[in-house]
């Protein structure tokens, strides 16, 4: 039973994602999300309390996503310095298309950055873990010259956190050469600073 709840309310999610991100929130009623997903209203409020609400497993939805993607990058066989390259790299893009391929809700994240926040503290908890872990074994195998990896940690999540805004809106890299500059110029202030000559 609990798996067909689950997965009712993937399907209201996902088909809300689709509505909003086409529609726009203030254009998407719970009349259209009922219809799309062939279910009653009834049936939403069951999960739902409002179209407020639904906006908010969005949220949490896409964000879950992200981390799905940065854990596999954690998770991998990789030197330490490769992989925290490649968890980089692939954080400023998978943040970036998770905004953007939700169509008119771009605007929305931006409006609502403090329910985005409030949804992204499980993900900040587990993105800094990942990066003590990837430092924890470059210190170990003699790659980083890291004093306090957790501190180190919530250095590069922070920076990588003030890159999102302007990186996603092209203010900083608006071309696909721009884009692996910026990259290649984070690297290098990490690098610089964390990295054994």
Known sequence: MEITVSKTRD?????????FARLGFDNTTMNDI?????????TIYTYFKSKDDIWGAVIESEIGNLQKVLAEIAAKDLPPDEKLITYIYARLDAVKNLVLRNG????????DLW????ARKKFNRNEI???????????K?????????????????????????????????DTENARLNIKRDVMRIIFNGIKIK
């Open 129 to 139: 873990a990942f990066l003590r872990d990837i430092l924890d074994s470059g210190v």
């Open 34 to 42: 009922a219809q799309e997903s062939k279910k009653g209203r009834r």
């Open 141 to 173: 195998a003699g790659i980083f010259d890291v004093e306090d990896t957790n501190t180190m940690a919530l250095i590069i999540h922070h920076a990588l956190k003030g890159l999102e805004v302007p990186y996603i809106r092209g203010k900083i890299a």
């Open 115 to 118: 329910r985005v926040e409030a």
């Open 104 to 111: 008119t809700l771009k605007a929305l994240f931006f409006r």
């Open 11 to 19: 399907v209201l999610v996902d088909v809300a994602r689709q509505l």
